[in-house]
């Protein structure tokens, strides 16, 4: 099992409109084969710093879904939002 930490800066005002479509996004993420569970989370002195904490089965099953369609099409949607780049960092145990 992986898990993969996802950072994003929020622009500022912009982040009712993010968690919405960041709760589709992890939904559909539910569907991809080889996801285990996640969460998102805020941090508690920045509320536009957001992570997202993914468990998926193997690292192939989190790139199919980091390389698809779906997710590709709702990063469409948050990329606008970000004040920069999302970043990855992924972890085994």
């Known amino acids: 099992m992986i898990k993969v930490i996802i950072e ?3 622009a500022d005002e912009l982040g009712e409109h993010y968690e919405k479509t960041a709760r ?3 939904q559909k993420a539910m ?3 080889g996801f285990i569970s996640g969460e998102a ?4 002195n920045d509320p536009n710093h957001q992570i997202v904490i ?8 989190w790139q199919h ?3 698809s369609a779906e997710r590709k099409e709702m990063m469409e949607q948050i990329r606008p939002m970000l004040e920069r780049e999302e970043k990855f960092t992924i ?3």
């Open 91 to 93: 972890l085994e145990h």
């Open 31 to 33: 569907q991809a084969h």
């Open 54 to 61: 993914a468990n998926y089965r193997t690292i192939h099953d």
């Open 41 to 44: 989370l805020k941090d508690f």
């Open 8 to 10: 994003r800066h929020i």
């Open 24 to 26: 589709a996004t992890l």
């Open 65 to 67: 879904w980091l390389g």
